[in-house]
């Protein structure tokens, strides 16, 4: 990859994440779109493989939600059942 390339990357993720965290979601966005044309444009065929597999990617995201909520609604029930003394306890140490 070229210098000016690799600038171009660097710059637009810097600006991507500043935009982001200053709260300006759409300069943020666009930054951010500037960087991954720009990856686009230097490994198509890499980007041509991720979009194959993007299907599997969103079940697999989507599969660890769930039991990432699971989890929670668990928790959750915990809570309930036991009050909330031992919550209380632990923000008390």
Do not use: Q
Not at 5 to 30: Q, W
Not at 71 to 91: D, K, Q
């Amino acid at each position: 990859m070229e210098n000016w390339k690799k600038a171009l990357l660097a710059g637009s993720a810097a600006v991507a994440v500043i935009m982001l965290l200053k709260g300006n979601k759409t300069a943020g966005l666009i930054a951010g779109g500037v960087g991954l044309a720009t990856l686009a444009a230097e490994y198509p065929e890499k980007f041509a493989e991720i979009r194959e597999n993007l299907p599997e990617y969103i079940e697999r995201g989507t599969t660890y939600l769930d039991v990432v909520s699971r989890v929670g609604e668990r928790l959750a029930e915990a809570a309930e059942s036991r009050g909330s003394n031992w919550y209380e306890a632990l923000l008390a140490r």
